[in-house]
């Protein structure tokens, strides 16, 4: 049997390794799910546990409020701009 995942919509923005202002936006409260090292990479604590993300990965914030990474090849075979 197959399954198609149902349509929802979630907030996301790029991890550019430098700015932290786009994942701010995704958590206007700053509950901080983030912690940044010296090498540009992001570490998101995620209800599994904590994810790196690098560069060029995307920072999803869930239906729940949850976060996650998600390379880039990924979050384009899966996800599209809303409108």
């Known amino acids: 049997m197959k ?17 932290v202002d786009p994942l701010w936006e995704l958590d206007p409260e700053h509950t901080q799910p983030f912690t940044l090292d010296g090498a540009g990479h992001v570490t998101v604590r995620t209800i599994e546990g904590p994810l790196a993300a690098s560069p060029g990965d995307w920072i999803i914030k869930g239906v729940k409020g949850e976060f996650y990474p998600c390379k880039p090849d990924i979050f384009a075979m899966t996800y599209e701009v809303a409108e």
């Open 3 to 19: 399954y198609r995942k149902k349509p929802v919509v979630v907030e996301a923005a790029v991890w550019d390794g430098i700015h």
